[in-house]
C-alpha cells in the first residue's frame, strides 16, 4: 500500500516536472526562433553592409534625388504625401529614404542596414504572426525560415530601392498577427479593428501592392481560422494533421460566420484598396504600356509563363537576374498553351482536395491572388517578370509545401525526425544559395554582368551597363554596350546613353542623332531634350537648341536645363535672359555656389 502511494505521488511530481518543462518550452521556444531566424537573414544580408548603391532606380529613389538628400524635414514630408516617387505613390518609403539621409547622409551602408533589419523583422513577424492564426509552432517557424533566405529574397533586400518590399512586408505580417488576435477574440472587438484598419492604411503607403490583402484575410477565414460557416456535414473538414494544429492550444473554436458577413466585416479593407489602385493608376500613368505596345493577348501569355516560372525557381532558384526583358516578338503559343494547362490541373486537384487539405487550395489562391497586381496584366516597365514581385505572393506556397510535409511525414514511424532533417537541409542550401546571390549586387557592374550571363537578348541590363562604364570614363566599353542593346531593342534609354557617351568624346553630331531617336520612341523624354538642345548649340543650331530648352522644362523643371540655358543664353550675349535662367536655377539649388557667382559677375544678385 504503501509503495503505491509512493509510486503515485512519484508519477504526479513526474508529471508536475514534465508541465513545468513544457512551459518553460512554451516561453522559450518563441525567443529561440526569433534569434535563429534574426541569424540567418544576417548570414545571408549582413554583407550588403560593403555594397554600392547601383544605377537602377537608385538615383531617383535616394543619391540623385535633392528632395530625398536633403533629409526629413516638414517640408520633405509634406512632399512624399504630395507628390509621386519613383512613379509611385508611396509617401512611408520616401520618408524612410529621407530618414536614411538625414541620418548619415549618402553613405549607402545605413541604407543598406535599414532594409536588412526590416527584412529580419518581417521574417519574425510572420513566425509570430503564423503561429497565432495556427497554432503551429514548427510549421510557422519553418515557413518564417524558407521566407527569411530564400534567393528569390534578395533583390528585395539587398536593392536600396526596393525599400518598399521590406517595409511594405513589415506591416503584412503585422496586419496579419494584429488579423489573428482579433478574429480569436471572444467577442468582437472595435479597438482591434481599428488598429487593424490603421495598419493596413500603413502598409498602402510603403507599397500599393498590399490591396490583395483582405483576399488574403477571407483565405485565411476558410483555413486556418475556420470562421466560414459550411452549408452541410459533407463539407466539414476531415479529421488530419492540420485540424489538430489549426488553433492555438486552449482556445476554442471560432464563432462560424456566412460569407456575406464576412466580406461586410471587410468593406472598410476593400475602401483602402480600391482607394490605392486608383492613387497607382494616377502614378504610374506614364509608365503604363498602351495595347498598343503590348497586346492583351501578349500579357495573358506572359501571365501565364511568369506564374510557371515563379513556381520553377521557387523549387529550384538558379539563372536569377535582376531583370527579365520580354522576348522579341511574341511568346510561344506551345510553351503558352502548356503553361496554362498546368496552372489549370494544379487548381483542379487542390479544389477536389479543398476538403480534407484546405491548406492546398488557400496557399495556391493565395500565391495567385497576391501577384495579380504584379503579374503584367496592367504592364509597368519593361520586365516580363521580377524576383521582387515574389516577396509576399511566395509565402502561400510555402505554406502549402509545409503543412502538405506534415501530412505527408506523419504517416511514417520516424517522420518527425526525417522531416526535420531535410527541413534543416533545405534551409541551409537556400541560406547558402542566397548568400552568393547577394553578393553580386556588391556593385553595378557585377550586377549587370551578372544579368547578361543569365539571360538572353537583355537589352535593359547592356543599357545599365553601358551607363555605368560611362561613368567610370570606359566610353569605348560603354559605346560597345550600347549598341548591342540597340541591335535588340529600339530602348529609349539605350539611345540617350549612347548619345551621352558620344558628346563625351566630342562627337556632337552623332550625338544629336542619338538624342533625336531617343525622343522619337519616348517624346516626353526631358533629359533626352535637354541634352539635345546642348549637343544642338555645339553644332551651332542655336534656334533649334533654345526650342528645345524650353521642351525640356516644360517637361520638367530642373536645375540641369535652366543652368545650361543660362550658359546658352550667356553666350549669345542676352545677359539679362541668362541672369533669369539663372535664378531659377538658384531657386532649385539655393547654395549652389557656381550659379551665386554667375549672378554676381552679371551683377544680379538680389
Given at each position: 500500500?504503501?509503495?503505491?502511494?509512493?509510486r503515485?505521488?512519484?508519477?504526479?511530481?513526474?508529471?508536475?516536472?514534465?508541465?513545468?518543462?513544457?512551459?518553460?518550452?512554451?516561453?522559450?521556444?518563441?525567443?529561440?526562433?526569433?534569434?535563429?531566424?534574426?541569424?540567418?537573414?544576417?548570414?545571408?544580408?549582413?554583407?550588403?553592409?560593403?555594397?554600392?548603391?547601383?544605377?537602377?532606380?537608385?538615383?531617383?529613389?535616394?543619391?540623385?534625388?535633392?528632395?530625398?538628400?536633403?533629409?526629413?524635414s516638414?517640408?520633405?514630408?509634406?512632399?512624399?504625401?504630395?507628390?509621386?516617387?519613383?512613379?509611385?505613390?508611396?509617401?512611408l518609403?520616401?520618408?524612410?529614404h529621407?530618414?536614411?539621409?538625414?541620418?548619415?547622409?549618402?553613405?549607402?551602408?545605413?541604407?543598406?542596414?535599414?532594409n536588412?533589419?526590416?527584412?529580419?523583422?518581417?521574417?519574425?513577424?510572420?513566425?509570430?504572426?503564423?503561429r497565432?492564426?495556427?497554432?503551429?509552432?514548427?510549421?510557422?517557424?519553418?515557413?518564417?525560415?524558407?521566407f527569411?533566405?530564400?534567393?528569390?529574397?534578395?533583390?528585395?533586400?539587398?536593392?536600396?530601392?526596393?525599400?518598399?518590399?521590406v517595409?511594405?512586408?513589415?506591416?503584412?505580417?503585422?496586419i496579419?498577427?494584429?488579423?489573428?488576435?482579433?478574429?480569436?477574440?471572444?467577442?468582437?472587438?472595435?479597438?482591434?479593428y481599428?488598429?487593424?484598419?490603421?495598419?493596413?492604411?500603413?502598409?498602402?503607403?510603403?507599397?500599393p501592392?498590399?490591396?490583395?490583402?483582405?483576399?488574403?484575410?477571407?483565405?485565411?477565414?476558410?483555413?486556418?481560422?475556420?470562421?466560414?460557416?459550411v452549408?452541410?456535414?459533407?463539407?466539414?473538414?476531415?479529421?488530419?494533421?492540420?485540424?489538430?494544429?489549426?488553433?492555438?492550444?486552449?482556445?476554442?473554436?471560432?464563432?462560424?460566420?456566412?460569407?456575406?458577413?464576412?466580406?461586410?466585416?471587410?468593406?472598410?479593407?476593400?475602401?483602402?484598396?480600391?482607394?490605392?489602385?486608383?492613387?497607382?493608376?494616377?502614378?504610374?500613368?506614364?509608365?503604363m504600356?498602351?495595347?498598343?505596345?503590348?497586346?492583351?493577348?501578349?500579357?495573358?501569355?506572359?501571365?501565364?509563363?511568369?506564374?510557371?516560372?515563379?513556381?520553377?525557381?521557387?523549387i529550384?532558384?538558379?539563372?536569377?537576374?535582376?531583370?527579365?526583358?520580354?522576348?522579341k516578338?511574341?511568346?510561344?503559343?506551345?510553351?503558352?498553351?502548356?503553361?496554362?494547362?498546368l496552372?489549370?490541373?494544379?487548381?483542379?486537384?487542390?479544389?477536389?482536395?479543398?476538403?480534407?487539405?484546405?491548406?492546398?487550395?488557400?496557399?495556391?489562391?493565395?500565391?495567385l491572388?497576391?501577384?495579380?497586381?504584379?503579374?503584367?496584366?496592367?504592364?509597368?516597365?519593361?520586365?516580363?517578370?521580377?524576383?521582387?514581385?515574389?516577396?509576399?505572393?511566395?509565402?502561400?506556397?510555402?505554406?502549402?509545401?509545409?503543412?502538405?510535409?506534415?501530412?505527408?511525414?506523419?504517416?511514417?514511424?520516424?517522420?518527425?525526425?526525417?522531416?526535420?532533417?531535410?527541413?534543416?537541409?533545405?534551409?541551409?542550401?537556400?541560406?547558402?544559395?542566397?548568400?552568393?546571390?547577394?553578393s553580386?549586387?556588391r556593385?553595378?557592374?557585377?550586377?549587370?554582368?551578372?544579368?547578361?550571363?543569365?539571360?538572353?537578348?537583355?537589352?535593359?541590363?547592356?543599357?545599365?551597363?553601358?551607363?555605368?562604364?560611362?561613368?567610370?570614363?570606359?566610353?569605348?566599353?560603354?559605346?560597345?554596350?550600347?549598341?548591342?542593346?540597340?541591335?535588340?531593342?529600339?530602348?529609349?534609354?539605350?539611345?540617350?546613353?549612347?548619345?551621352?557617351?558620344?558628346?563625351?568624346?566630342?562627337?556632337?553630331?552623332?550625338?544629336?542623332?542619338?538624342?533625336?531617336?531617343?525622343?522619337?520612341?519616348?517624346?516626353?523624354?526631358?533629359?533626352?531634350?535637354?541634352?539635345?538642345a546642348?549637343?544642338?548649340?555645339?553644332?551651332?543650331?542655336?534656334?533649334?537648341?533654345?526650342?528645345?530648352?524650353?521642351?525640356?522644362?516644360?517637361?520638367?523643371?530642373?536645375?540641369?536645363d535652366?543652368?545650361?540655358?543660362?550658359?546658352?543664353?550667356?553666350?549669345?550675349?542676352?545677359?539679362?535672359?541668362?541672369?533669369?535662367?539663372?535664378?531659377?536655377?538658384?531657386?532649385?539649388?539655393?547654395?549652389?555656389?557656381?550659379?551665386?557667382?554667375?549672378?554676381?559677375?552679371?551683377?544680379?544678385?538680389?
Amino acid at each position: 500500500m504503501r509503495d503505491a502511494l509512493r509510486r503515485k505521488k512519484a508519477l504526479k511530481r513526474g508529471g508536475a516536472a514534465h508541465l513545468s518543462s513544457r512551459s518553460y518550452l512554451e516561453r522559450i521556444g518563441p525567443i529561440v526562433v526569433c534569434f535563429l531566424l534574426a541569424a540567418i537573414v544576417l548570414i545571408v544580408f549582413s554583407q550588403t553592409l560593403q555594397h554600392e548603391f547601383v544605377n537602377y532606380d537608385d538615383g531617383q529613389y535616394v543619391y540623385d534625388n535633392p528632395r530625398i538628400v536633403s533629409g526629413l524635414s516638414l517640408d520633405g514630408i509634406q512632399w512624399a504625401f504630395t507628390h509621386v516617387h519613383g512613379g509611385n505613390w508611396h509617401p512611408l518609403t520616401t520618408i524612410s529614404h529621407m530618414l536614411d539621409c538625414q541620418l548619415v547622409g549618402l553613405q549607402p551602408w545605413e541604407h543598406h542596414m535599414t532594409n536588412v533589419l526590416l527584412h529580419l523583422l518581417a521574417a519574425v513577424f510572420l513566425f509570430l504572426a503564423l503561429r497565432q492564426l495556427t497554432g503551429a509552432f514548427w510549421p510557422s517557424a519553418t515557413v518564417a525560415a524558407i521566407f527569411a533566405v530564400h534567393p528569390l529574397r534578395v533583390e528585395s533586400v539587398a536593392w536600396i530601392s526596393e525599400r518598399k518590399d521590406v517595409l511594405s512586408g513589415v506591416f503584412f505580417m503585422l496586419i496579419l498577427w494584429a488579423y489573428a488576435r482579433y478574429a480569436r477574440s471572444n467577442r468582437p472587438s472595435s479597438g482591434r479593428y481599428i488598429m487593424l484598419v490603421v495598419l493596413f492604411a500603413l502598409g498602402l503607403m510603403c507599397k500599393p501592392s498590399l490591396v490583395t490583402l483582405p483576399f488574403v484575410l477571407l483565405l485565411l477565414d476558410w483555413w486556418p481560422l475556420q470562421r466560414i460557416a459550411v452549408a452541410s456535414s459533407s463539407s466539414k473538414p476531415r479529421s488530419s494533421v492540420h485540424h489538430r494544429l489549426a488553433r492555438p492550444s486552449g482556445t476554442a473554436p471560432l464563432a462560424q460566420k456566412s460569407v456575406g458577413y464576412l466580406l461586410v466585416e471587410k468593406v472598410p479593407l476593400f475602401v483602402l484598396s480600391a482607394a490605392s489602385c486608383l492613387a497607382t493608376l494616377l502614378a504610374q500613368e506614364r509608365a503604363m504600356m498602351t495595347l498598343g505596345q503590348l497586346t492583351f493577348g501578349d500579357r495573358l501569355a506572359n501571365m501565364a509563363i511568369s506564374y510557371v516560372a515563379y513556381l520553377g525557381q521557387m523549387i529550384w532558384p538558379v539563372g536569377l537576374a535582376v531583370v527579365y526583358p520580354y522576348p522579341k516578338g511574341s511568346w510561344n503559343m506551345v510553351e503558352t498553351s502548356l503553361a496554362f494547362l498546368l496552372l489549370m490541373i494544379i487548381f483542379a486537384v487542390f479544389f477536389a482536395r479543398r476538403v480534407k487539405y484546405p491548406f492546398l487550395l488557400v496557399g495556391w489562391l493565395w500565391f495567385l491572388g497576391m501577384l495579380i497586381p504584379m503579374i503584367g496584366l496592367v504592364q509597368v516597365g519593361m520586365q516580363a517578370r521580377a524576383d521582387r514581385y515574389t516577396y509576399l505572393p511566395q509565402i502561400g506556397l510555402y505554406l502549402l509545401v509545409t503543412w502538405s510535409a506534415i501530412e505527408f511525414f506523419a504517416k511514417w514511424r520516424s517522420g518527425r525526425k526525417v522531416l526535420i532533417a531535410v527541413a534543416i537541409l533545405i534551409i541551409t542550401g537556400l541560406t547558402a544559395d542566397s548568400y552568393v546571390q547577394t553578393s553580386f549586387w556588391r556593385n553595378s557592374e557585377t550586377l549587370w554582368n551578372h544579368a547578361l550571363a543569365n539571360t538572353s537578348n537583355n537589352y535593359i541590363a547592356q543599357t545599365h551597363l553601358g551607363d555605368m562604364l560611362i561613368k567610370k570614363g570606359r566610353l569605348d566599353e560603354a559605346i560597345t554596350h550600347l549598341r548591342q542593346a540597340l541591335v535588340i531593342s529600339n530602348y529609349p534609354a539605350a539611345h540617350f546613353n549612347l548619345g551621352y557617351a558620344l558628346a563625351s568624346k566630342g562627337e556632337w553630331a552623332n550625338a544629336t542623332d542619338s538624342f533625336q531617336a531617343a525622343i522619337r520612341f519616348q517624346p516626353n523624354y526631358s533629359q533626352a531634350h535637354g541634352n539635345l538642345a546642348i549637343s544642338l548649340s555645339k553644332l551651332g543650331r542655336t534656334d533649334e537648341a533654345l526650342a528645345e530648352f524650353d521642351r525640356a522644362l516644360r517637361l520638367e523643371d530642373n536645375y540641369r536645363d535652366h543652368y545650361n540655358l543660362a550658359a546658352v543664353l550667356l553666350q549669345l550675349g542676352r545677359r539679362d535672359e541668362a541672369a533669369a535662367q539663372f535664378r531659377e536655377a538658384l531657386r532649385l539649388q539655393p547654395d549652389d555656389v557656381k550659379v551665386i557667382d554667375q549672378l554676381r559677375q552679371l551683377g544680379a544678385e538680389e
